[in-house]
Nanobody, 127 residues
Framework: EVQLQASGGGLVQAGGSLRLSCVAS????????IAWFRQRPGKEREGVVC????????YYADSTKGRFTVPRDNAKNTLNVQVKGLTAEDTAVYYC????????????????????WGRGTQVTVSS
């Protein structure tokens, strides 16, 4: 059974940082991707970062480039994201998702392509 364990949300002051973590289990090979999505109040869910587990290459949404970073020591079955320079625009529920036999790309990763989802974690940025 595939499971995704997400953690790391919370209340943060503007300009601060936090770390999101997602641990995947139950996959029988490395041929899958893990991604973070977020849903801001009143907006549709959007992709934030996507990682190909087989080669460890991360892809970032344009809205998060430079502020969201996957650390170099990221473990193979996890997707950790270090977030800095948080603003009110980052307030959202963040979801971890996974898709087998899928590839992240610079063109994006639609949520409809992901069949496995973890529970959302709330990130609230206070001004």
């Amino acid at each position: 059974e595939v499971q995704l364990q997400a953690s790391g949300g919370g209340l943060v002051q503007a300009g601060g940082s936090l770390r999101l973590s997602c641990v995947a289990s139950g996959f029988t090979s490395d041929d899958y991707v893990i991604a973070w999505f977020r849903q801001r109040p009143g907006k549709e869910r959007e992709g934030v970062v996507c990682l190909s587990v087989s080669d460890g290459t991360p892809y970032y949404a344009d809205s998060t480039k430079g502020r969201f970073t996957v650390p170099r020591d990221n473990a193979k079955n996890t997707l950790n994201v270090q977030v800095k320079g948080l603003t009110a625009e980052d307030t959202a529920v963040y979801y971890c998702a996974a898709a087998p036999k899928y590839y992240c790309s610079g063109y994006g990763w639609p949520e409809v392509d992901f069949g496995f989802w973890g529970r959302g974690t709330q990130v609230t940025v206070s001004s």
